[in-house]
């Protein structure tokens, strides 16, 4: 029988307008066309300006805080239900909330399942996101999930500068796995900061373990949100004799003083994504579009073809 899918269509959520659109243009559709209304006390309503009866649909919409992010997203969703969506896919460079995937603490909420639960509940059939926090918050959704890795846009970029006696660098215990990784895939050694916190977002101590000396170190992490254990990693590493400092951070949250963190501190350069749209801009941020990966993929599920290509490792 002829293979006869409907093309999907491809909306956004405002806070992602300038990424959906680079998505949508190299998926080959144009953006579908959604309206706003948002009453005097700041209540808003989005509203599908074409019919969307019996397609699948991509929503695309990071829901970094504030909460109107992830309000957007959720209404989006339970419109396209309404509206007699056959599949859709809520696309999400961004999974904000995410750092709350445990109680790491008595009497505090796990917000990362909470968020997957209510996009659920909304009428999302499928999730795509990128370099979530942690890895089991896939297993917080009952519906399908694909975690695609910047590895995919960062290692080629790594490559191409050609940095002889490289090091890559966890800035916390956390982060050594993802490290490691891409330390396998670079063939270099590991060096980790051991931090301790203060409070949220506050270092009180940082040591590091493993060797810097006339190293070309880069730091990898899935975001960078005040730039504090960033640019104090880096500080440190240039006092123990690195040659240069180097970060990349999926996703730049950049909030508070990280600004003027990064701008004082000793990284060469802070490489990110543009899964968040930047407040200010900066000589040491590169930004890497995730454009093409993501419509990569959208491309696949919606063709029912193996995404295995589109990562790396």
């Not at 051991?194 to 373990?209: G, P, W």
């Not at 590493?237 to 963190?261: D, F, N």
Request: aromatic share 6%; hydrophobic share 40%.
């Amino acid at each position: 029988m002829p293979n006869n899918i409907t093309e999907a269509k491809i909306f956004t959520c405002s806070q992602s307008q300038d990424l959906a659109q680079e998505i949508a243009a190299a998926y080959g559709v144009d953006l579908g066309n959604v309206i706003t209304s948002t009453y005097s006390d700041g209540e808003f309503q989005p509203s599908y300006e074409e019919s969307i009866r019996g397609t699948r649909i991509f929503i695309i919409g990071s829901t970094h805080p504030g909460p109107e992010n992830l309000m957007e997203m959720l209404l989006m969703i339970d419109a396209a239900k309404r509206a007699s969506a056959r599949h859709i896919t809520a696309v999400m460079p961004y999974f904000g909330w995410a750092r709350q995937d445990r109680k790491d603490k008595p009497r505090v909420p796990i917000a990362a399942k909470l968020v997957a639960k209510m996009l659920e509940a909304a009428g999302a059939t499928r999730i795509i996101t990128m370099d979530l926090h942690a890895d089991q918050i896939q297993g917080f959704f009952e519906k399908p999930v694909d975690h695609l890795f910047a590895s995919t846009i960062f290692l080629p970029y790594l490559k191409s500068l050609n940095l002889d006696n490289l090091t890559i660098a966890s800035p916390d215990m956390g982060g050594s796995k993802r490290a490691y990784a891409y330390s396998k895939a670079l063939k270099s050694d590991v060096v980790i900061c051991y931090k301790q916190r203060a409070k949220a977002n506050v270092i009180s101590h940082m040591e590091l373990i493993g060797d810097v000396t006339g190293k070309n170190v880069v730091l990898v992490d899935d975001m960078v949100d005040t730039a504090g254990t960033l640019t104090k990693a880096a500080d440190l590493m240039m006092e123990r004799g690195a040659k240069s400092v180097r970060a990349i951070c999926t996703h730049p949250i950049l909030s508070g003083s990280a600004y003027e963190r990064l701008e004082n501190s000793k990284l060469e350069e802070l490489i990110v994504t543009n899964s968040i749209p930047l407040k200010q801009e900066s000589k040491k941020l590169r930004v890497l579009s995730c454009a093409n990966l993501f419509a990569g993929v959208m491309y696949n599920v919606h063709h029912n073809q193996s995404i295995s290509n589109k990562f790396i490792m």
